[in-house]
């Protein structure tokens, strides 16, 4: 069973920055495009960002400007750092580990803007 392994969750204040890291094994870290979803209650799940094997990186409208994505492959890690965080970007945060046959997903982590 491959796992992803997600961190750095957490409460902030607007305005804030947050740093979450997805580790994934090595075995397909190299080869996997890595995205960053969000789901906040009540709503679908959503892409926040995402970076291929060869450094190409998308987001959504919504965190243009506000959120980077990179990644180690040293340390098989995705990173996605977020400042400016608004209330509206409150939500757990999945990672997913996409390749050639497979799909997978972290447990989530919650991020939660407030003051």
């Known amino acids: 069973q491959v796992q992803l392994v997600e961190s750095g969750g957490g409460l902030v204040q607007p305005g804030g920055s947050l740093r979450l890291s997805c580790a994934a094994p090595g075995s397909i870290f190299s080869i996997s495009t890595i995205g960053w979803y969000r789901q906040a209650p009540g709503k679908g799940r959503e892409l926040v960002a995402r970076?291929?094997?060869?450094?190409?990186?998308i987001f959504t409208d919504s965190v243009k400007g506000r959120f980077t994505i990179s990644r180690d492959n040293a340390k098989s890690t995705v990173y996605l750092q977020m400042n400016s965080l608004k209330s509206e970007d409150s939500a757990v945060y999945y990672c997913?580990?996409?390749?050639?046959?497979?799909?997978?997903w972290g447990q989530g982590t919650q991020v939660t803007v407030s003051s």
């Open positions: 997913n580990a996409l390749g050639p046959k497979y799909e997978y």
């Open positions: 970076i291929t094997s060869g450094g190409t990186t």
